[in-house]
Structures are given as C-alpha cells and as structure tokens.
C-alpha cells in the first residue's frame, strides 16, 4: 500500500488496480471513503478502462471482428508499478503489451497520477496509444464515499447538488437492463436528497456538470468532485431490491464514455461517448476531490 500525506489528510492507494482505497481526514477525523465491504460491493474508486458502464450482450464489434468484454473493463484488476513517489504524489503504471489483445486489440501504457493539496486530492490520467492504428476507448473513475460519515447521522441527512457546465445542455439518461436511454433535458438541477429510491434503477446519469457536491445537512462535511470538462457523470450506490434499501455509500463517477445505448450498432467506433486517439498519441484528463 502506497501511503501519501499532507498536514490535512492521510491517503492509501493499492497498487492494485491504482486504486485509491482509504483518505483520512486528520483534522475531521473522518474517513470519507468506502470501506470496500463484499456484502455491498469489494471496490472502492475503480478506473474503468477501455470501456465505462456494460456493452450490449457484453459484445462489440471492430473491423468485423467480435471482441467480449465485461462491464468497465479490465484495467481496474491489473497490477500498476509505481512510477514516482513521493511524500504527497506517487504516480503508476501499466504497460499493456499483448496481455489483453484477445478482448481489446490495442498496445496501450496507462499512467495514474495522483497529487495531495490541501483537503484535495487530484486524480490524473494519462492513456498513450501504442498501436500502429487509431485506438477507440472509454475511461472512468468510479469514487464511493461514506454516507453517512458519522454513526449520529443518516444517508437521508446528506444532499447531491450539480453545477452544469456554462452553456451547455444537459441530459439525463437513465438505465434500462444496463442499457443507456436518454430520459430529458434539463435547465438546471434542484439538490437532491439522499434516499434509496434513487438508485431503484440503477445510476442515474448527466452530461455536460463541472461539479458535484455531496454533503451532510448536519455537519456540513462531505466531499465536491470538480470534473470540468468531463462529458458524463454517473452517481450510484449499490441498492437491496427485495429490501428496498441503499448501501452505505454514493459514488461519484467522472466518466470518458458512458454504457452502450438501447439501440447500439455494436460498433466501438460508433459507440456513443467513446474516445479516439491517433497512433503515437496521449490522451490526458484529470478531476479533483475536495474532502470536507
């Protein structure tokens, strides 16, 4: 476990995956982070990577060929190296070669980087093409945090509240069996309490916000996601059909691509929301979360 730390918070990210596991805020004393418990759900802030969300049958198609690929792909279970450390930065690295060419068809190096400053924590990618060809991908952070924090409080003491991006339109989508379907467009997004019917359906989806807060009514602590630029968001937490109940947890996820839509041709190359990066070329994107 790689250990960073600044005067506001102490942070532990596995190797693993490159995947941030526990932040402790040392002047709250909070822990803000899913604990990873396997009765709810085993991860805590997977990268998902080539894809976001589930495919259509689990399937695409590329130049003919059909590839299998299961939901968010395989990047979130491999082992990184750490490139660089240091007392509040540590950087991994995975090097594709030809370990996943028989569901993914491409060479790719995937570097995380992840810097301390303050209460923040900065989250940065960096995915370089290493095919000779045009390279099509999604990429996705998938952050659960507490909810509650405390054992005084309840998820229903905690709201969401979405800044959209100026000048943009947003979307909701909804899920429909894993599958994308846009619900409507929005002018702007009320606060919205925590309760577990919002995730009856699965996650609910938008496009086009720059940032998120989640935060107690009570105390007023809780963590803002800053994900300018990031076309698609999904929040989630894992919900007991036959209980009618949410499990202790909501996450947050910047997304680079989004799940396939209803109606899909099952091409990656029309795939709604997927990237595409020339050969030789690097595609970088970062988002922030401010611990409250």
């Known amino acids: 476990m790689i250990i960073l730390e600044n005067e506001e918070l102490k942070v532990s990210i596995t190797a693993s995956g490159a995947e941030l ?43 003919g060929k059909a590839y299998h690929l299961s939901q968010h792909g395989f990047l979130r279970d491999v082992e990184f190296s750490v490139q660089k450390q240091d007392t509040d930065y540590a950087s991994f690295v995975f090097e594709s070669s030809d370990a ?23 989250v940065r990618w960096e995915i370089q093409n290493k095919q000779n060809e045009t390279m099509y991908f999604s990429i996705g952070a998938h952050p659960a945090f507490n909810v509650p924090l405390t054992s005084e409080e309840k998820a229903e003491d905690y709201t969401l509240n979405f800044t959209k991006a ?10 429909v069996e894993s599958l ?4 409507e467009s929005v002018e702007s997004i009320e606060p ?13 989806i938008y496009s086009h916000i720059d940032r998120v807060s989640l935060t107690s009514n009570q105390t007023g602590h809780g963590v803002d ?29 910047p997304w680079y691509g989004i799940a396939d839509t209803v109606d899909t041709t099952g091409k990656l190359d029309e795939k709604m929301g997927i990237n595409k990066l020339e ?4 595609f970088e994107a970062d988002y922030t979360i401010t611990f409250i």
Not at 166 to 175: A, C, D, I, M, S
């Open 21 to 63: 596991r526990e932040v402790i805020g040392k002047k709250t004393g909070l822990s803000y982070m899913w604990s990873g418990d396997s009765t709810y759900w085993g991860r805590v802030s997977p990268v998902l990577f080539p894809i976001v969300g589930r495919l259509k049958k689990d399937q695409y198609k590329l130049n």
């Open 100 to 122: 996943f060419l028989d569901v993914y068809p491409y060479r790719f190096q995937a570097v995380i980087h992840y810097t301390l400053n303050g209460r923040s924590i900065n």
């Open 166 to 175: 100026p000048g943009k339109r947003v979307t909701q989508y909804e899920l």
């Open 180 to 183: 994308v379907k846009e619900k």
């Open 192 to 204: 919205i309490s925590i309760q577990a019917s919002l995730f009856e359906n699965d996650a609910f």
């Open 225 to 253: 996601v800053d994900l300018n630029g990031f076309p698609f968001v999904g929040t989630w937490s894992s919900y007991n059909q036959s209980q009618g109940t949410m499990a202790p947890f909501v996450c947050i996820e």
């Open 279 to 282: 050969k030789g070329g690097c």
